[in-house]
């Protein structure tokens, strides 16, 4: 058990550009999430995955953004025409598929929009 | 619309004394509620859980503390240690009965320990 591992740990673009992140969730968890975090704020739920499936998706995701999980494994976060306000760290979290698992987050990626 | 709320952003305590943590919430669909340790630049890590049909989970030198009728979860760390400075995040899954567990995170307490 490896944990959720998230790449690359620190990006930094300038407005405008399309940045893509990649989230490897523990292998035997089919549940899948994305979260972004501010400073001074906890993390808010972006999107979730059961398997390849695309479940549920947040306000907060506007159409610059898009997340895919292909096979069920691995996901990928792109956000395009990226923006100042787009600026956080960005967390994946992986689960069993029972209600009321805890979830395991990777370390994050740290977006800087400049 | 904050439906977990932590309204003590920081906690200072000395190593050795209890550290108290504490988290209010607004929606009473809430059943299950979650605490997380946040150290900077690494993602959160559980920490302790609570059902609803208990009022109190313990952990070694961790327990949570609820009371329904107040909307109301603490988190007791008995004795505090340095390293147990991080932000501490309560959360809860939204509780409609779907088969999601996405969390709603409060905004944090960053605890500090000091020696």
């Known amino acids: 058990d490896t944990g959720v591992s998230q790449d690359p740990r620190h990006k930094i673009t300038k407005r405008g550009q399309n940045v893509t992140f990649r989230c490897d969730p523990i292998?035997?968890?089919?549940?899948l999430y994305w979260y972004r975090q501010t400073l001074g704020q906890g993390p808010e739920f972006l999107t979730y995955?059961?398997?390849?499936?695309?479940?549920?998706k947040s306000r907060l995701l506007s159409d610059r953004f898009s997340a895919e999980r292909p096979k069920g494994s691995f996901s990928t976060l792109e956000i395009q025409r990226t923006e100042q306000g787009d600026s956080a760290m960005y967390l994946c979290?992986?689960?069993?598929?029972?209600?009321?698992?805890?979830?395991?987050f990777g370390s994050g990626t740290q977006l800087s929009v400049l | 619309d904050q439906q977990v709320k932590q309204n003590s952003p920081s906690l200072s305590v000395q190593e050795g004394r209890i550290s108290i943590l504490n988290c209010d919430y607004t929606?009473?669909?809430?059943?299950?509620f979650l605490w997380y340790k946040k150290y900077p630049a690494e993602g959160p890590t559980f920490l302790i859980s609570?059902?609803?049909?208990?009022d109190k989970n313990e952990d070694g030198r961790f327990t949570v503390f609820l009371n329904k009728s107040a909307k109301h979860l603490s988190l007791h760390i008995v004795p505090s240690q340095p390293g147990d400075s991080a932000v501490y995040f309560c959360?809860?899954?939204?509780?409609?009965?779907?088969?999601?567990?996405?969390?709603?995170f409060g905004t944090g307490t960053l605890l500090a320990v000091q020696p």
């Open positions: 979290a992986s689960s069993l598929d029972r209600r009321n698992e805890k979830l395991f």
């Open positions: 292998s035997e968890h089919n549940r």
């Open positions: 995955f059961q398997n390849e499936a695309q479940l549920e």
């Open positions: 929606n009473s669909m809430f059943d299950y």
């Open positions: 609570i059902s609803s049909i208990k």
């Open positions: 959360a809860a899954p939204p509780g409609y009965g779907g088969a999601t567990n996405k969390l709603i």
